[in-house]
Structure formats: C-alpha cells, structure tokens
C-alpha cells in the first residue's frame, strides 16, 4: 500500500476485514520504499494513494509497470478529479475509488487482479511467440545454409564422379568410333552426340547448384547469369553497378548471387513482365542490389502461398547475416526486390 497516512491505511484495511478479505499489507511512503517492496516480491496487489508529499499516483503506477507489469494497481485517493482518474488508467491502473466510497474495494481489487493474470498470460504467450518466430527463423536460416551445402556436395559429386565417368566413356567411344564396322561406327557417333549432351546438361546443373563463375568475380557472375536469363526468356535486363571490384565474403557473394538468382526466377514464372532492372551499388561497407519489373506485380492475397517461399527462405538467409531484404510494390508498376547485406560477415551476428 503507497499511503502516506497510517490512518488511512488502517481504514483500508478494516474496510477490506469487513468484506471478508485477510490481507497481509506493506506500507510505503516514498518511490525507494516502493521499488525495494516490488523487488522482493510476491505481491498480488498495489493500492496506492493519488496525492503523496513525495510523488504521485501516476508516478506509483509507473514505477510498478516497470518493475512488475503484471501486477495489480488500485488508486485510492480522497480527491481526484476525473481527467486525473482518467489519467492514472490510461497510466497503467486498473481502477480508481475515492477513500469516502469504498463500497466496491473487494470487487475492483478481485477485477484488477483477474486483469493482471490476463496481462500474465497475454505476457507468457507472447514472449512464447517471439522465441518461436525467432526459433523458426533460426531454423530456416539453417535450412538455407544447409541446402547450400548439400548443392555444393552434390555439384563437386557430378563434377568429380559423374563428370570424369562420362568423359572416360567419351574416349571408349571415340576408340570404337574409328573401327572400321560401319554400323558399329555409327552407334558409336550417335552415343558421342548423347553423350555431348549429357556432358551439357551436367555442366549446366553444376553452374546452377554451385557457380564456379563466382571465382571470377561477383560482378562476371551476376553478368553471366543476367546474359543466361536473357537468353533464356527473352526478356530484356539492364545491369547497372558503381564499381566493378571490391573485397567481399564468399557467403555474402553466394547470397547476392541467390538474390539475383530468385528474383529473375520468380520474375520468369509470375510477373508477366516486359523488362527488368538491377542495380548493385558499393557503398561504404554495405552492398545494395536491386531488382524491379514492370509485371503485375505481387498480389496480396498471395504472398503467404508456396510461390513466396523462395523469397522467404532468402530474407532469413539475409537477416542472419545482418542484412536486409524487403519486396513491394515499384513505384508506378511491378515489383521491386532490395537487398541489403555487409561485405564482410560479423562473427557476432553469425552467433
């Protein structure tokens, strides 16, 4: 109880006896008093004097929600005007009574203490949400990581395996090829042709699972798969970058390799567009890509749908370097993509 006034605190009290409620009551006068009571403890409720010699009420109820916001607060006070009662709940009160009318004590106190445990629970889902996004997020950060890894695996499998095996078969057949059995010749030049095709197609899902170009440069890689998006679709692409070399991670080179990577996939297969612009901007520390269409843009009711994972997957890959990925709207049309990453990694933030 927040009272100045032994009195006082001996009327609420009885009146509380006489409503069948058996409190066991603390009384203090000033903010130090009130903030070491909180701090041991165990309380279900503060009644708290309006006018005080030292502080307020508003200042009480202050220092209660932020040193137990779950707690329950009642202003009892023997003058306060409406806009100061209206004042002290809009403050973080549950309730005010005036000290000549406290017919009603027990209810709002049983009122205010059933609102704090509802602030509890709200609290605890709450807190048990955010540690379930971040949980989620951390996962699906780890996902992408991991996927990554397993291409890299898989590209150096085809490459070192795959790739060598078929090149061994090439030359058997090129042996065979230059026998003098015509039909054998000619089997033999037709399985070279299937086998230059495989050799292809080999080469072509090692670039896509783990780009060697990237060893070149991020500015040739992001080229290089702008030129292969061109040739593919047949959409015309503007490249625009402000500086053609810099240091930067190979994890941050992969994931704006990726961003570009994604974008032009989902430009190619929702946006309906007719062109499209990307940008890379070096900047201080910071790397800045940008892709934007003039499609039809991204619905709303869609972008919680399977089509939006890629994009989901790549903005917690981003964040969990430190970056920052955003998708809206372009500004007469389209779809705008903006990635933000750091040209080095940041151990704490890997952490």
């Known amino acids: 109880m927040v009272e100045d006034s032994e009195i006082d605190h001996d009327m ?43 502080f307020s009420g508003d200042e009480a109820v202050r ?12 202003i009892v006070s023997g003058a306060i005007g409406e806009d100061k009662a209206v004042a002290a709940m809009r403050g973080g009160a549950d309730d005010y009574l005036l000290k000549g009318s406290l017919a ?34 951390a996962l699906s950060a780890h996902l992408q990581t991991t996927i990554e890894d397993e291409r890299q695996q898989i590209a150096r499998e085809l490459h070192d395996e795959i790739g060598s095996g078929l090149t061994a078969l090439r030359y058997d057949l090129n042996w065979i ?4 059995d015509e039909p054998l010749r000619k089997r033999a030049e037709q399985a070279q042709q299937q086998l230059s095709e495989l050799l292809a197609a080999c080469q072509r899902i090692v670039r896509r699972l783990r780009p060697p170009i990237l060893d070149t440069g991020l500015v ?3 080229e290089w798969q702008i030129g292969e998006f061109r040739s593919r679709y047949g ?22 390799y990726r961003g570009l990577q994604e974008a032009l996939t989902n430009i190619a297969r929702h946006a309906h567009a007719s062109q ?42 981003v964040r969990s370097v430190g970056g920052l990925f ?26």
């Open 12 to 54: 609420l009290l009885l009146t509380l006896q006489r409503q069948q409620v058996l409190a066991e009551c603390c009384r203090v006068e000033t903010e130090a008093e009130l903030r070491i009571a909180l701090a041991q403890g165990g309380w279900h409720a503060v009644i708290s004097d309006y006018n005080l010699p030292t």
């Open 63 to 74: 220092v209660v929600r932020e040193c137990a916001p779950d707690l329950a607060v009642i």
């Open 104 to 137: 009603r004590l027990r209810v709002a106190l049983e009122n205010a203490m059933d609102a704090a445990r509802s602030r509890a629970r709200r609290r605890r889902v709450e807190r048990a949400l955010l540690e379930s996004r971040q949980q989620l997020r």
């Open 177 to 180: 090829a230059r026998r003098e």
């Open 220 to 222: 040739p890689a992001l």
């Open 235 to 256: 959409l015309p692409v503007s490249f625009d970058v402000n500086r053609a070399r810099f240091d930067i991670d190979d994890e941050i080179a992969l994931i704006t």
């Open 276 to 317: 499209v612009q990307a940008s890379l901007v070096i900047s201080g520390d910071e790397l800045s890509l940008e892709i934007s269409d003039d499609g039809i843009g991204i619905p709303a009711d869609t972008r919680g749908r399977g089509a939006s994972f890629g994009l989901r997957g790549l903005a917690e890959r």
């Open 326 to 351: 955003e998708v809206g709207p372009g500004p007469r049309a389209g779809t705008v993509v903006l990635i933000n990453l750091p040209l080095r990694v940041s151990h704490e933030v890997l952490a």
